[in-house]
């Protein structure tokens, strides 16, 4: 199995920007979409950007576009999510997931692995 761990999250103001980080190690080589998810209390689990790490190719939820940007590192184990232009609403924690079980690397992807999550607040 692989095993995420994010960092990166902090408190900001509106505008503001944060870059989170998450590190996989162990079973890797099988994780080749891995997924940015945020969780806000009360409120539903959100999918806010994936990456199939061998060609690249990303996603993005219509809530972020154009201000979040999912990228990795040169040997693919740290995705990163640099979020900028940030808004009270984004205030949440922030997930990242890997081991795709089956279908497209997309925003409906599931997902097997994830971290701890780490938190975002935005006033």
């Known amino acids: 199995h692989v095993q995420l761990v994010e960092s990166g999250g902090g408190s900001v103001q509106a505008g503001g920007s944060l870059r989170l980080s998450c590190a996989a190690s162990?079973?890797?080589?099988?994780?080749?979409?891995i997924g940015w998810f945020r969780q806000a209390p009360g409120k539903e689990r959100e999918a806010v950007a994936v990456?199939?790490?061998?060609?690249?190719?990303?996603a993005h939820a219509d809530s972020v576009t154009a201000r979040f940007t999912i990228s990795q590192d040169d040997d693919k184990n740290t995705i990163f999510l640099q979020m900028n232009n940030l808004r009270p609403e984004d205030s949440a924690m922030y997930y990242c997931?890997?081991?795709?079980?089956?279908?497209?690397?997309?925003?409906?992807?599931?997902?097997?692995?994830w971290g701890q999550g780490t938190q975002v607040t935005v006033s």
């Open positions: 997931a890997a081991d795709h079980e089956s279908g497209p690397c997309n925003l409906a992807a599931e997902f097997a692995a």
């Open positions: 162990g079973e890797t080589s099988t994780s080749s979409c």
């Open positions: 990456i199939f790490t061998v060609t690249g190719r990303t």
